[in-house]
Protein backbone atom coordinates (compact mmCIF):
# COMPACT_ATOMS: atom_id res chain seq x y z
CA UNK A 1 0.00 0.00 0.00
CA UNK A 2 1.09 3.51 -1.08
CA UNK A 3 0.16 6.82 1.06
CA UNK A 4 0.74 10.18 -0.40
CA UNK A 5 1.54 13.47 2.17
CA UNK A 6 0.68 16.87 0.17
CA UNK A 7 2.21 19.97 1.84
CA UNK A 8 2.50 23.33 0.78
CA UNK A 9 -1.05 24.91 0.74
CA UNK A 10 -2.29 28.02 2.11
CA UNK A 11 -3.99 31.62 1.59
CA UNK A 12 -1.98 33.36 -0.80
CA UNK A 13 -2.80 36.92 -2.68
CA UNK A 14 -3.72 37.00 -6.27
CA UNK A 15 0.05 37.51 -8.28
CA UNK A 16 1.43 35.27 -5.45
CA UNK A 17 3.00 32.02 -5.36
CA UNK A 18 3.79 28.77 -3.36
CA UNK A 19 4.86 25.61 -3.61
CA UNK A 20 3.28 22.42 -3.41
CA UNK A 21 5.17 18.83 -2.07
CA UNK A 22 3.63 14.96 -2.26
CA UNK A 23 6.02 12.52 -1.22
CA UNK A 24 5.30 8.79 -1.71
CA UNK A 25 6.04 6.01 0.32
CA UNK A 26 5.10 2.65 1.69
CA UNK A 27 5.25 -0.52 -0.95
CA UNK A 28 6.10 0.42 -4.07
CA UNK A 29 7.85 -1.52 -6.59
CA UNK A 30 7.07 1.12 -9.53
CA UNK A 31 6.40 4.48 -9.51
CA UNK A 32 5.67 5.75 -12.61
CA UNK A 33 3.87 9.35 -13.87
CA UNK A 34 2.74 11.62 -11.14
CA UNK A 35 0.57 14.08 -11.03
CA UNK A 36 -1.38 17.29 -9.44
CA UNK A 37 -5.56 17.53 -9.74
CA UNK A 38 -7.72 20.11 -8.17
CA UNK A 39 -11.38 19.90 -7.74
CA UNK A 40 -13.09 23.71 -6.40
CA UNK A 41 -16.49 23.36 -4.51
CA UNK A 42 -18.96 22.44 -7.22
CA UNK A 43 -16.93 21.26 -10.20
CA UNK A 44 -15.39 17.91 -11.44
CA UNK A 45 -11.87 17.42 -10.30
CA UNK A 46 -9.19 18.23 -12.83
CA UNK A 47 -6.15 17.33 -14.26
CA UNK A 48 -3.53 20.01 -13.17
CA UNK A 49 -0.19 18.96 -14.56
CA UNK A 50 1.84 15.03 -14.37
CA UNK A 51 4.92 14.52 -15.09
CA UNK A 52 6.45 10.87 -16.61
CA UNK A 53 9.24 9.12 -14.12
CA UNK A 54 10.96 10.20 -17.28
CA UNK A 55 10.25 13.98 -16.72
CA UNK A 56 7.81 14.05 -19.66
CA UNK A 57 5.46 16.92 -18.39
CA UNK A 58 2.10 17.78 -19.59
CA UNK A 59 0.21 20.77 -18.47
CA UNK A 60 -3.57 22.09 -18.23
CA UNK A 61 -4.55 24.99 -20.52
CA UNK A 62 -5.00 27.20 -17.48
CA UNK A 63 -1.97 26.77 -15.98
CA UNK A 64 0.68 26.96 -18.58
CA UNK A 65 3.50 29.36 -18.46
CA UNK A 66 2.48 29.93 -14.57
CA UNK A 67 2.86 26.70 -12.97
CA UNK A 68 5.94 23.83 -13.02
CA UNK A 69 5.69 20.51 -11.71
CA UNK A 70 9.24 18.55 -11.05
CA UNK A 71 9.78 15.47 -9.16
CA UNK A 72 12.57 13.70 -7.20
CA UNK A 73 12.50 10.18 -7.67
CA UNK A 74 15.12 9.72 -5.12
CA UNK A 75 12.37 10.84 -2.36
CA UNK A 76 9.31 9.60 -4.41
CA UNK A 77 8.03 13.00 -4.38
CA UNK A 78 6.66 15.40 -6.85
CA UNK A 79 5.68 18.83 -6.71
CA UNK A 80 4.01 22.02 -7.84
CA UNK A 81 5.67 25.16 -8.42
CA UNK A 82 2.57 27.76 -8.97
CA UNK A 83 3.33 31.44 -9.79
CA UNK A 84 0.93 34.44 -10.92
CA UNK A 85 -2.13 32.78 -9.00
CA UNK A 86 -5.86 33.63 -9.41
CA UNK A 87 -8.15 33.50 -7.74
CA UNK A 88 -9.89 30.55 -10.13
CA UNK A 89 -7.02 28.71 -8.94
CA UNK A 90 -8.36 28.24 -5.56
CA UNK A 91 -9.25 24.31 -5.09
CA UNK A 92 -8.07 21.29 -3.00
CA UNK A 93 -5.11 19.94 -4.90
CA UNK A 94 -4.65 16.67 -4.80
CA UNK A 95 -1.71 14.35 -5.59
CA UNK A 96 -1.98 11.18 -8.08
CA UNK A 97 0.57 8.70 -8.09
CA UNK A 98 0.60 5.61 -10.75
CA UNK A 99 2.83 2.87 -9.82
CA UNK A 100 2.83 -0.81 -10.96
CA UNK A 101 3.02 -3.85 -9.19
CA UNK A 102 5.23 -6.64 -9.29
CA UNK A 103 3.12 -8.64 -11.93
CA UNK A 104 2.64 -5.77 -13.87
CA UNK A 105 -0.69 -4.36 -12.53
CA UNK A 106 -1.12 -0.58 -12.37
CA UNK A 107 -2.42 1.13 -9.06
CA UNK A 108 -3.00 4.50 -8.62
CA UNK A 109 -2.87 6.40 -5.34
CA UNK A 110 -4.42 9.86 -3.81
CA UNK A 111 -3.59 11.90 -1.58
CA UNK A 112 -5.97 13.53 1.20
CA UNK A 113 -5.91 17.24 -0.58
CA UNK A 114 -3.90 20.55 0.67
CA UNK A 115 -6.16 23.36 0.30
CA UNK A 116 -5.26 26.38 -1.90
CA UNK A 117 -6.83 29.53 -1.42
CA UNK A 118 -6.26 32.89 -3.55
CA UNK A 119 -8.30 35.87 -2.63
CA UNK A 120 -9.94 38.16 -4.41
Known amino acids: QVQLAESGGGLVQPGGSLRLSCAAS????????MGWYRQAPGKQRELVAT???????NYADSVKGRFTISRDNAKNAVYLQMNSLKPEDTALYYC??????????????WGQGTQVTVSS
Open 51 to 57: ITSGGST
Open 96 to 109: KADTQTRWGSPLNY
Open 26 to 33: GSIFSLNA
